[in-house]
């Protein structure tokens, strides 16, 4: 097992890559400009004022979520690089390329490494941050077995959870983006999750895998993240602390508030203390 920087990555021509479709974000991509373009156009010769607004309205929500788009198409967009040593897994959000490029955000593992791997189907409810009921959200993981020792993996994991967004200067000022998007985690030694939102699919990516470790059978999930009243002080903190390690930070203070009774700004350094590596939280 090696950590490495992004930029130390060795790139090859035969690498087997596995990314975030840059075909969806083209496809998006066009369906906004097309939709501006037609309003724009039924406006002007429709005397239809109102589409003025609402093309404004759809290029302004564009413009704020271009860099969903933009980062695709960046040489970082990539969960996994398989080459005929063993896998690249870069466990930085490729929506998050801005943050300092000196960090340890990818590690090696060779295919001797590589006990066993299994995908995993998995059911989450959470409570909805608005007020509407629960939400419901269908994952798909492929979890890696891995040998050795996992001490700075996972260290590096939890550092990447709570790394802080560069201040960037944009046009109206100074401020900073942080996507709570976290597609790589280790719910338990020694196995590594990776949240397989990308393309070839999670089946292609363990066939390969075959030839060089056992691929297991595949499982189905339910987590509960709405119902925990009736659980310990300490799971309710392991559930918290979950929900914000799996990218959900708003869920989790919501959450927070619901069970504790407490105020917003109280439920949040309770959320982000839970992911320090020390921490040991306790509800008031």
């Known amino acids: 097992m090696q950590l490495l920087r992004l930029a130390d990555v060795q790139i090859s021509p035969s690498d087997r890559v596995y990314s975030y479709s840059r075909t969806r974000a083209a496809v998006v991509l066009l369906i906004v400009l097309g939709t501006v373009a037609w309003?724009?156009?039924?406006?002007?010769?429709?005397?239809?004022?109102?589409?003025?607004?609402?093309?404004?309205?759809?290029?302004?929500?564009?413009?704020?979520?271009?860099?969903?788009?933009?980062?695709?198409?960046r040489s970082s967009n990539w969960l996994v690089r398989a080459n005929d040593q063993g896998i690249f897994i870069q466990f930085r959000s490729y929506l998050n390329y801005h943050f300092p490029p000196e960090d340890m955000t990818v590690v090696?593992?060779?295919?001797?490494?590589?006990?066993?791997?299994?995908?995993i189907r998995?059911?989450?409810?959470?409570?909805?941050?608005?007020?509407?009921?629960?939400t419901t959200q269908y994952l798909r993981y492929v979890e890696l077995e891995i040998g050795g020792d996992v001490a700075p993996l996972a260290k590096?994991?939890?550092?990447?959870?709570?790394?802080?967004?560069?201040?960037?200067?944009?046009?109206?000022?100074?401020?900073?983006?942080?996507y709570q998007d976290h597609p790589v985690r280790m719910p338990r030694t020694p196995f590594l999750q990776l949240r397989w939102q990308v393309v070839p699919g999670a089946k292609k990516?363990?066939?390969?895998?075959?030839?060089?470790?056992?691929?297991?059978?595949?499982?189905?999930?339910?987590?509960?993240?709405?119902?925990?009243?009736?659980l310990g002080p300490e799971e309710q903190l392991r559930r918290l602390r979950e929900l914000n390690e799996r990218g959900e930070k708003i869920?989790?203070?919501?959450?927070?508030?619901?069970?504790?009774?407490?105020?917003?700004?109280?439920a949040k350094d309770m959320v982000e203390q839970l992911s320090l590596p020390a921490s040991d939280p306790t509800p008031h």
């Open 39 to 73: 309003l724009s156009f039924h406006a002007v010769t429709a005397g239809w004022k109102v589409g003025y607004y609402i093309a404004a309205a759809v290029l302004l929500f564009f413009l704020l979520a271009v860099r969903f788009i933009t980062a695709r198409f």
């Open 108 to 119: 090696f593992l060779s295919y001797g490494e590589i006990r066993s791997a299994r995908m």
């Open 122 to 134: 998995e059911r989450v409810e959470t409570l909805d941050p608005q007020g509407h009921g629960t």
């Open 156 to 178: 590096a994991l939890n550092a990447e959870i709570t790394e802080k967004a560069p201040m960037e200067k944009r046009w109206y000022g100074r401020s900073s983006t942080e």
């Open 205 to 230: 990516f363990l066939e390969a895998l075959r030839q060089y470790t056992t691929i297991a059978d595949p499982v189905s999930l339910t987590q509960d993240f709405v119902n925990l009243q009736n």
């Open 251 to 266: 869920a989790a203070i919501y959450l927070a508030r619901k069970l504790y009774g407490c105020g917003l700004a109280e």
